[in-house]
């Protein structure tokens, strides 16, 4: 069974941190791209960054470069997000998400799509 299992989300304040985790089972990590993506209310998710798990190769949109970073514990088998200098616009739901990268004669990065999904962590941070 596949999971993508978040954690470290919560109620922080403008200028804090925050790390979540996302913990992967039940595929080969070393075939996909595994990150986050977050959804505003009303808004459809966006992914916000995935690392390879064969390479450590990294993506990440526009609104997340410079201030969050994204690593892989491949021995865990978990990602994480460091978020810094929290702003209130950051507020929405963070999902976990894995797209796959690499097939028998082929490697996408980043994936073209993604096909596993965690169930979402919300971060709040207010003003």
């Known amino acids: 069974e596949v999971q993508l299992v978040e954690s470290g989300g919560g109620l922080v304040r403008t200028g804090e941190s925050l790390r979540l985790s996302c913990a992967a089972s039940?595929?080969?990590?070393?075939?996909?791209?595994i990150g986050w993506a977050r959804q505003f209310p009303g808004k459809e998710r966006k992914v916000i960054s995935c690392?390879?798990?064969?390479?450590?190769?990294?993506y990440y949109s526009g609104s997340a470069q410079g201030r969050f970073s994204i690593s892989i514990d491949n021995a865990k088998s978990t990602v994480y997000l460091q978020m810094d200098s929290l702003k209130p616009e950051d507020t929405a739901v963070y999902y976990c998400a894995a797209g796959r990268i690499k097939s028998d004669h082929s490697y996408r990065f980043p994936p073209p799509d993604y096909e596993y999904w965690g169930q979402g962590t919300q971060v709040t941070v207010s003003s």
């Open positions: 690392i390879s798990g064969t390479d450590n190769n990294k």
């Open positions: 039940g595929f080969t990590v070393d075939d996909y791209c």
